[in-house]
């Protein structure tokens, strides 16, 4: 579908021009210049000037310029005198798409209201006219981009987008010439961190995107999601993610109930969905200890988790005897550092770690499992090794955003 500016250059080149496409008129030139209120609320002036010309041998020619806060275009055309054949040329397009961002977003994107963008884009193009309708390329590209939101708490900075793109009008199709890129060089949550993402994505003509490349740098680490397709209308992700030497600390934000502190590295595999039916889905995976980097955990405070199976004091004659056997009770030593460790106060060094996600249930109904053989960190307790499992039943989603609740219950043995 041709754009706004071929459209009113079109109508101007057949109303202003639109003589016979056989007879021969002398030469024209005619100027035209004006303002356009875009139909937005607060939405500024855009201005356009309008130069059409035609020759002698019934040739056709425009240019089209528009200007406003923000935005900056020039598009040509030339075509005979019958709108049969032509070609078309942007010369030169900028756009700033902060202000009109903050002037589209409550209709197109109510979301995005609040959000701030900077940098510019750029875009050229070509292409021929056929019957009146355009076709050809268009370049994108929009570098040292930045976007935040201060309300929902996250920014985006050093934003690069690059994209060629062919459409045809009349055939209304539209598609990636090569892969478009997208990098973003930090990303800042109040969750969490990351930095360097690289997306490298394939439009075709049915409108579904190919992902080639995603990755991430992240806690330390990498996520690098498989190849997948996203469906654009409506939008619907399916992806499986790898994770390398992610650092354990961040893990442990996400799940903020049984364990208070982590260091170490994690590798492992998850898979994610979004749709805006359901929002985000929490897919099966696994997470395992990296082998060659040294892991340390703190529990939670949870009095009785190791403890309960064990006596603080070894009764060694029957209760009976009274004061007796009291006496002869003598103190358990490994009962006050199990304490010190489920308290937290005591941290431990992981032999292995392991973690399964299956948000559907396994046979017991678990949506996680996550199992763990250590030792204190410390030396001189009267502990060695120590195993245990921290096992989740419930929505898995909630457990990752807000803590146990909402149904979910969690297990510690």
Do not use: C
């Not at 004659?317 to 010190?340: E, H, I, Q, Y």
């Not at 499992?369 to 989603?397: C, H, Q």
Request: aromatic share 6%; glycine share 10%; hydrophobic share 50%.
């Amino acid at each position: 579908m041709p754009s706004a500016p071929s459209r009113i250059l079109l109508l101007a080149l057949a109303l202003g021009l639109g003589a016979s496409a056989r007879a021969q008129l002398p030469a024209l030139s005619v100027e035209l210049q004006g303002d356009f209120l875009p139909p937005f609320a607060d939405a500024p002036k855009v201005r356009w000037e309008l130069a059409l010309k035609t020759s002698s041998a019934g040739r056709r020619e425009g240019s089209l310029g528009v200007s406003a806060p923000g935005l900056r275009a020039e598009v040509a055309v030339e075509t005979d005198a019958g709108f049969s054949s032509g070609a078309w040329r942007i010369g030169a397009a900028e756009v700033e798409p902060g202000p009109w961002l903050a002037l589209l977003a409550p209709q197109l994107a109510p979301a995005l209201v609040g959000a701030e963008v900077t940098g510019t884009m750029r875009l050229s193009g070509e292409g021929t006219m056929l019957q009146g309708q355009p076709a050809g390329r268009i370049a994108v590209e929009w570098r040292d981009g930045a976007a935040r939101h201060t309300a929902q708490g996250w920014a985006l900075e050093g934003v690069a987008f690059a994209g060629d793109f062919a459409f045809d009008a009349a055939a209304k199709t539209w598609a990636s010439v090569a892969p478009a890129k997208l990098t973003v060089r930090t990303i800042a949550t109040n969750r969490f961190g990351a930095r360097n993402l690289v997306l490298r994505v394939q439009l075709d003509e049915k409108l579904v995107a190919r992902v080639a490349e995603a990755t991430v740098e992240i806690a330390g680490g990498e996520i690098t999601a498989a190849p997948f397709v996203v469906p654009l209308v409506p939008p619907v992700i399916a992806v499986r993610l790898r994770l390398a030497r992610i650092g354990l600390q961040d893990v442990v934000a996400l799940v903020p109930t049984g364990l208070s502190e982590g260091r170490g590295r994690v590798d492992g595999e998850l898979e994610l969905g979004w749709s805006k039916a359901l929002g985000l889905k929490i897919g099966a995976g696994h997470l395992l200890m990296t082998p060659d980097e040294p892991m340390v955990l703190r529990l939670a405070a949870a009095p009785g988790l190791l403890s309960a199976s064990m006596p603080e004091r070894f009764t060694l004659l029957p209760a009976w005897l009274g004061p007796v056997s009291r006496w002869f009770s003598p103190v358990n030593p490994g009962f006050a550092d199990l304490v010190a460790i489920e308290l937290g106060r005591t941290a431990l060094t992981v032999d292995s770690l392991a973690v399964r996600l299956t948000p559907e249930g396994d046979a017991r109904g678990r949506s996680a499992r996550v199992i763990v053989s250590a030792r204190p960190e410390i030396a001189g307790t009267s502990i060695g090794p120590v195993s245990f499992e921290i096992d989740v039943t419930g929505p898995l989603a909630y457990v990752l955003r807000l803590g146990v609740e909402n149904g979910t219950t969690l297990k510690v043995r």
